[in-house]
Each structure stands twice: as structure tokens, then as C-alpha cells.
């Protein structure tokens, strides 16, 4: 045998130090992870210094296809059996006992239902005692499950993200989660004991995700603030496509960096101490039974994060302003990128906002639906806005059919833009590129360094 066949043979990844091969291993799921111990005797133990533990229910069932009774439906696609599931369980316990990390670093538990809240508790007690710095938890039947008050003081935890709705027991010291840097919630009709103190007291937060579920019961008030966060995401649905409570979300976040809303109830935004922000995503969901409330609240919104550098606004966001707002749009001077979606409606609004952000730089744009009226669809200005004239550098237009609509936007923007340098034009998928490069070939340009991208 040669010196070649010997290397070839020779099972160099069994050689690597433990430290190493658990690096490895931390890529793969806890199961398949756990497997490796049959391969020899090196790898036997090697699994139980693994650093991240993360359990998902979904890896040991089958998925059931079709209409079941007895059987669930995960918004991820995944059907399984509404029992529990015993198997899975056992597992989780077995390898919480044989794992023998100092230190976890990463806990996640992905379950539809326990036979035994027991169970729970005892696995996060466990993880608790050996000062697990990431925990994310799933438990999609059980409502109000009550986590452990020593996870709340515990000083090594810097990530909890909690994707179904657990009990949140504030300490009484009023000192809660000391070291979290990031923390996501998914709250169900919360009481204000929490939602006015819970996002006030964490001291070293800087990346918050709150999922509400409101109600017309009562009026409830999120009291956020903290001078380290810097990102801030924000969803709240309702029953109702509107809400005529007033629930108030008051932010004082002098740091703040991003803030993403999502809001398809419109309850009262009120800002305090806000920077100048990098960036701001707002999803307002409109109705038409909106009154003079829904609206005045999404104008106070628009109206309050004027110091925005980027700003994103979806289809249904530039329909409700469009309602709102008609021929005035609010000054967003330090705009320099602006995103936006629009449907049917909407389309009027764009000049407009255009005219508000003089110093704007890069402009991307999608359309969300076909339009094939006369009365929708891009309609140009007698007056150019300035921003297009000398700052708009780059364009990217999304989902591109070549209709009148869409085609009519990327003509006006090609002859009125003087300092464009890109323009990066995705067709969608139904759309014939050949054709539409024969029409965009033809279309006057305003920038001679106007370089024009098709996918």
C-alpha cells in the first residue's frame, strides 16, 4: 500500500480534539447528533459535550397529509397528532441526564403538547442550573404555562425568545432578566401589570420582539423603555380588523436603531427621546370602516418618525396613507432609502412622497398585484420632485410585468432620474425578459451613466 491509499484511509476527523468535533456536531440536530455514537468507540461520548440542545418534536413524527380528525395543523405546514407525544419526551429527558456540559449554550424546545407540564419544568430547571445563555421555547397547545422564577434573576441568560404564550411573573425586587440583550414575546390579552413594567426593567436589552393579541375588553398599555435598545419589533392583531379601544404603545428608546411595525388593530403610538433611526419598517393594515380615530392614530405614527435614514412601506401602509393624506405628505428630510409595495391603490401617493424626502438616494419598489384600469397605476407629474433630479442614484424595481402600470413608473424614472447609475429590473416569473428588453431599450434616459439590469 502506498503512502496515497494509507491517507486515504485513514479516519482523520475521528483525531480532532472534542472541542472541535461538538463544534461540528452543533450544526446538526440533537438526533442525528446523537447518532454518531455508533460509528466507534472515539465517538461514543463525544455527543454528551454538546453545547446547543435543540429539541424539535417534528423530527420524531411523521407528517400526516390531508384532512385528519385528530390531527393538527402548524402554520409551518407540518400535520401531526394532537396526543402527545411520550417518545419524544423520554428522549428529551435521556439526554438532558447523559449530557454533561459545564455550561449550555444554547436550550430550544419545538413541542405541540406534553403529557406532563412536569416534564417541562424539570428540563428548564436543569438548564437553569447549568447557565444556559440562549432559550427559545415552543409549547403550541398548553396556554399560560408558568415559567420558573430563577429564570428571571438568572445572570447568564442573553437570549429568551418565547414563541407561544407563557406566564411572565415579575420579581417582586423589581429586577428582571439582569444580562438579556434579546428578548421575544408572544403575548395573548396580557394584563398591564406586565405590559407597562416587563419592558422597562430589563437593563441590558437591546433587541425586543413583542407579538400582541388584543381585545375590545380592555385598554391595554405597553410601556417601553430602556436607553440600550436599538432594535424593536412590534406586531398586534385583533379580532377585529379595527379596535376602538385606544391601546396606548408608549416608547422611550434614546439609542433605538430599527423599528418594525406590524399593526393590524392601529392602536396609539407616542414617542419619547427618539434618535435619528437607521431604520423604520410600518405595516398599518386599512379598512375602510376605519373612523376619524384609526386615521388620526396612523397619522400621529407617520408623523413621529420623520427622523428615519431608511423607510419601508407595504402595500396596505401606502393604502391607508393614501386615504389619510390625499396631496400632503409629511418632510422626511434624512430619508436616503425608501422601499415600497403597492397594490391597486396607492399608486397616486408615490409623486407626493417623493416630493417629501429631498435627499433621497435609492428607491425600491414592488407591485403586488396586476393592474389593468385606467383609473390605477402610475400617473406622471407635471413637476418633477428635486430628489429625483439630483440625488436618486440607484432603482430597483421588483415583480416587473411590462403593463402600463409599472412600465409607465420605470419611464418616468429613467428620463427624470439625471444621476441614476443603476437600475435593476426583476421580472416576474410570467413575464417574457426578450419582450421587455425590446420596450426598456427604447425608453429615453436622462443619465447617460444609466447602466439598466433585467432578471
Sequence with gaps: MNELESLSKEDRISQLPDGILCHILSFLPIKCALATCILSSRWRFVWTSLP??????????????????????????????????PVFENFVTRVLLLTNPTAIRKFSLDCWELTDLTHFRSWVDSIIMRNVREIELFLGSHKLVRLPESIFTLT???????????????????LCFPSLKVLSVVLEYPDNN?????????????????????????????????????????????????????HKVMITAPDLELLNIHDFCMVSYMFHELPSFTKVFIDIF????????????????????????????????????????????????????????????????????????????????????????E???????????????????????KEFEGQKDDLGLVK????????????IIRC????????????????????????????
Design 286 to 373: 386599512y379598512d375602510d370602516g376605519w373612523s376619524r380615530v384609526q386615521s388620526g392614530r396612523a397619522q400621529r405614527l407617520v408623523n413621529s418618525l420623520t427622523k428615519a435614514k431608511f423607510l419601508a412601506l407595504s402595500a396596505d401602509t401606502i393604502y391607508a396613507l393614501d386615504k389619510i393624506y390625499k396631496d400632503v405628505f409629511p418632510k422626511f428630510p434624512n430619508v436616503t432609502c425608501l422601499e415600497v409595495k403597492v397594490e391597486l391603490l396607492g399608486w397616486c401617493l408615490l409623486p407626493i412622497i417623493f416630493g417629501s424626502l429631498p435627499n433621497l438616494e435609492e428607491f425600491v419598489f414592488e407591485k403586488k398585484l396586476s393592474c389593468h384600469f
Design 52 to 85: 446547543n440542545l435543540c429539541f424539535d418534536e417534528r423530527l420524531h413524527m411523521r407528517p400526516v397529509h390531508g384532512q385528519h380528525m385528530g390531527y393538527i395543523f402548524r402554520k409551518d405546514g407540518f400535520c401531526f397528532s394532537e396526543d402527545p407525544n
Design 412 to 423: 418616468y424614472l429613467l428620463k427624470n432620474c439625471k444621476v441614476l447609475n443603476t437600475m
Design 428 to 455: 416576474k416569473e410570467t413575464a417574457s425578459k426578450e419582450s421587455l428588453c425590446q420596450k426598456l431599450v427604447k425608453l429615453q434616459r436622462g443619465s447617460m451613466t444609466c447602466e439598466v439590469e433585467i432578471f
Design 375 to 397: 383609473e390605477f397605476g402610475w400617473i406622471e407629474q407635471p413637476n418633477t420632485p428635486l430628489c429625483l433630479l439630483l440625488h436618486v442614484k440607484k432603482i430597483e424595481i
Design 194 to 246: 406586565l405590559t407597562e413594567r416587563l419592558f422597562s426593567i430589563c437593563p441590558a436589552l437591546e433587541d425586543l420582539s413583542i407579538e400582541g393579541h388584543l381585545d375590545d375588553k380592555s385598554v391595554i398599555n405597553f410601556n417601553i423603555s430602556s436607553t440600550t435598545l436599538k432594535r424593536l419589533c412590534l406586531s398586534f392583531t385583533n379580532g377585529v380588523a379595527y379596535s376602538n379601544n385606544e
Design 156 to 174: 447568564t441568560l442573553e437570549v429568551l425568545k418565547l414563541y407561544s404564550d407563557f406566564v411572565i411573573k415579575i420579581p417582586p425586587s423589581g
